[in-house]
């Protein structure tokens, strides 16, 4: 049974940077990615960021594109999401999904399953 950790969430002012991780254990199975998804109290789950295992293409939410970056570590089973210039409204608990078959790496409903979440607090 594969298990998804999130960490690296914190509170950070508004410009700072955060690196979020995303630790995959129990892995019995090959996914073709792993992304990253934001949930803001009161708003729906967001897809921010998704990244291909093979060949490491990349998906990016229109509001996230030239600050996120996603990233990967084969050897570590490990998604990393740098993020910089963070604006408050990017508060929000983050969480790491799998997606096991080739669906897309920009449609939500693609992904499979998620870790607990990781909590990001920017203030202005």
């Known amino acids: 049974q594969v298990q998804l950790v999130e960490s690296g969430g914190g509170l950070v002012q508004a410009g700072g940077s955060l690196r979020l991780s995303c630790a995959a254990s129990g892995r019995t199975v090959s996914v073709y990615g792993t992304g990253w998804f934001r949930q803001a109290p009161g708003k729906e789950r967001e897809l921010v960021a998704g990244?291909?295992?093979?060949?490491?293409?990349?998906y990016y939410a229109d509001s996230v594109t030239g600050r996120f970056a996603i990233s990967k570590d084969n050897a570590k089973n490990t998604v990393y999401l740098q993020m910089n210039s963070l604006k408050p409204e990017d508060t929000a608990v983050y969480y790491c999904?799998?997606?096991?078959?080739?669906?897309?790496?920009?449609?939500?409903?693609?992904?499979?399953?998620w870790g607990q979440g990781t909590q990001v607090t920017v203030s202005s």
């Open positions: 999904a799998d997606q096991v078959e080739s669906y897309g790496l920009g449609y939500p409903e693609g992904y499979d399953y």
């Open positions: 990244i291909s295992w093979s060949a490491g293409n990349t």
